[in-house]
């Protein structure tokens, strides 16, 4: 990856990450639990969501090491108990993550069109406006990978605070063991098991496909994709 790219990717990347770990703090205040909002989670500024190990240290390594990069941010703390209706309230919450960065793609790609849009009127600016649709086009990518990474069924990942609600009781049971290996479930399926990854993220690049499809038409030099 380019440096350009990368510095492209670094402020979109962070942005889309507050606001998936924003919403689920909302959503949880919403549905009766105020632990996230005591806790000052419930803000979009990226200094109470930042996790040392799990945003800098954990990429950093894998990074380093060749290995395929993951991390995130520090997880929205919450208390199912407080919520008006149990099952109800944890699929929103775990949910409204995955459902904000939706809306954020949808919005990047109406932005990449709005840009190409006003090039021939702001031609003086042209360079400008390249960068600007970069971002939106980044901002594309990302979000849709965040939002099916997270539906992965795996913890600690969102699909699987749905899945244990879904499974049987004593199979509930026992999947929620898993929650104690923190991220070295997903960690192994992403190593050793890329292919599962693949699945997941198939629709995401079918969307994505589908986007650029529809706002190919407004693409200016100098922007992503190039």
Known sequence: MRL?????????????????????AEAAYRQGDSTAYMLGRLTLNPLKHI??????????????????????????PVNPRNYRNYKRGEIIVSLAGIATNLVLFVLSVIGYAVVGLLARPLAAIGSSLAILQSMMWVGMYINLFLAFFNLIPLPPLDGSHVLKLLLPPS??????????????????????LPGVIDVFLWPAYQLLGVALSLVGGFHLAGALPS
């Open 4 to 24: 350009e790219e990368i510095l492209l990717l670094i402020p979109v990347l962070l942005f889309s990450v507050v606001a998936h770990e924003y919403a689920h």
């Open 171 to 192: 199979a509930g049971a026992r999947f929620r063991q898993l929650y104690a290996l923190g991220v070295i479930p997903i960690l192994a399926v992403v190593w050793f």
């Open 51 to 76: 996790d040392p190990f799990l945003t800098i240290i954990l990429p950093a390594i894998l990074i380093a090491i060749h290995a395929p990069a993951f991390g995130g941010a520090k997880p929205v």
